[in-house]
């Protein structure tokens, strides 16, 4: 049965060997015409799959989303090389508003809720891209209060004031309002405290198992989105450098040493972190 936040009559794959829904195709981006950023990316997010993009800071997690939506170009960024394909069809063209009304939005980095309009006006303000009429938008205003009860009990608060961990629901919950098929979320638990992180990716997992919602998920918190996710692509410096299913990479004992913190000696120290990239096998 089709759910409220899916576009009707689309394909949403199997539970084995679903169809693929986003393919980014070996892209390269630059910025000033100068710096290139990403190094020949590629990527692909099953329909109804959770993937985590992973890496450390500056690794070009935020740009290879911001690619796929098109939100290059107000920071004088452009793909210069390959291709982004949606549901089949190359996408790097179109505008963000146009990909919203496809079925692509994304949750950006630092959550940039209205400060000054009430967590409902925020949250309404995704549905603007609909034509569906006011019953239909009511009907999904409750299914997002449904998975953010916390929202509904703040519905008439000024988003500005409310926590951090309500304006990140906000957020996710506004990008809902535009029934997506694909969910592009820019570091969720970013400045959030650990129960807080918890609660929200438990939120996103429901959205993934109960509306078919793909996702791709940029997250600095290795530990965390392998936990959700099904499967993950580690980033280091524009590149690709190592990807898997998520049980696999937790296995990895470079995953485990370089983003975990632990190695079959158990957890390492800054001392001894701190040269790891002399040491990474998959650079070498």
């Known amino acids: 049965m089709p759910n409220d936040f899916n576009r009707s009559g689309k394909n949403t794959g199997t539970a084995t060997g679903a169809s693929i829904l986003l393919a980014v195709n070996n892209i390269e981006v630059i910025y000033d015409h100068v710096i290139l950023v990403l190094k020949g990316v590629s990527l692909e997010v099953s329909n109804g799959k959770i993937v985590a993009l992973l890496g450390a800071n500056g690794a070009g997690k935020t740009t290879t989303l911001k690619a796929i939506s098109n939100l290059l170009h107000a920071e004088r960024g452009e793909v210069t090389k390959g291709s982004i394909e949606y549901d089949g069809e190359t996408v790097q063209s179109l505008t963000p508003n146009h990909l919203v009304r496809i079925g692509v939005v994304q949750v950006m980095e630092g959550r940039h809720c209205f400060e000054h309009l009430t967590i409902e006006e925020n949250l309404l303000t995704g549905a603007y891209t609909r034509s569906d009429g006011k019953h239909e ?112 990479l937790q296995e990895n004992e470079d995953v485990k040493e370089f983003y975990l913190g632990l190695s079959t000696s158990g957890r390492k120290n800054f001392r001894d972190v701190k040269h790891y990239r002399r040491r990474k096998r998959w650079l070498a």
């Open 137 to 248: 938008i009511a009907r999904s205003l409750e299914k997002v209060y449904s998975y953010f009860p916390r929202l509904k009990q703040r519905r008439n608060a000024q988003a500005g004031y409310t926590s951090g961990g309500e304006q990140q629901m906000c957020a996710i919950g506004r990008g809902l309002m535009s029934n997506p098929r694909m969910m592009l979320l820019d570091e969720p638990s970013m400045g959030l405290a650990p129960q807080l992180v918890e609660e929200i990716f438990e939120i996103v997992k429901r959205l993934n198992d109960n509306e078919g919602v793909s996702i791709l998920l940029a997250e600095q918190n290795t530990n965390i989105a392998l936990q959700y996710a099904d499967y993950g692509y580690i980033l280091e410096n524009g590149r690709v450098v190592l990807d898997g299913g998520a049980k696999h």
